[in-house]
């Protein structure tokens, strides 16, 4: 896996191979941020990052300067690599250890950008949903990514389907 822009443009990141996660590719990973770029200047939002494994995601936003940043996964060794490799890297990324949907019933805050990407056998694809945009965790035109394969679907009027290869974004705006 590698940072395809910013700050850290094709740094490559070794993840331990023992980790039980599936890391969103970079030709997905890629087409996701121009289309993030050409609507929000990253460096002034809020990100929240969902099931984030490895970190992937949370490295892409930090590396083209997002300040505010959280990273969100159950396993610790996730947590973990997450923290050493932020910490390596010099980014300001607050890593939390908790079930995804239990740290959403708690959480108060408002972001800008909450990415989420379940494994793809997940069964709460909806609920996740419905959690974030019921409790309004999302700011004004913020917006909502959740990663899946195409045997998850939303029919929703009002969100954006992208598709690369097996990969899927469902994206929601507020």
Do not use: W
Request: hydrophobic fraction near 35%; proline fraction near 2%; aromatic fraction near 12%.
């Amino acid at each position: 896996m590698r940072i395809i822009s910013g700050k850290y443009k094709s740094k490559r990141i070794f993840a331990p191979k023992d980790l039980s996660i599936r890391p969103t590719t970079d030709i997905a990973k890629e087409a996701l941020f121009n289309i993030l770029e050409n609507r929000f200047f990253l460096n002034q939002k809020k990100i929240l990052d969902l099931f984030s494994g490895t970190g992937n995601i949370s490295y892409e936003f930090a590396s083209r300067g997002c300040d505010e940043l959280t990273a969100v996964d159950q396993n610790y060794q996730c947590v973990k690599f997450i923290s050493d490799m932020s910490k390596q890297l010099g980014f300001n990324i607050n890593v939390i250890e908790s079930n995804c949907m239990r740290f959403l019933e708690n959480i108060k805050e408002k972001f800008d950008i909450i990415f989420a990407d379940p494994p793809y056998s997940y069964n709460y694809y909806n609920k996740l949903k419905k959690i974030i945009l019921d409790k309004n965790l999302l700011v004004k035109d913020g917006c909502l990514i959740i990663e899946h394969n195409s045997n998850t679907s939303f029919n929703d009027q009002d969100m954006e389907l992208r598709k690369y290869g097996n990969v899927h974004f469902s994206i929601f705006t507020k």
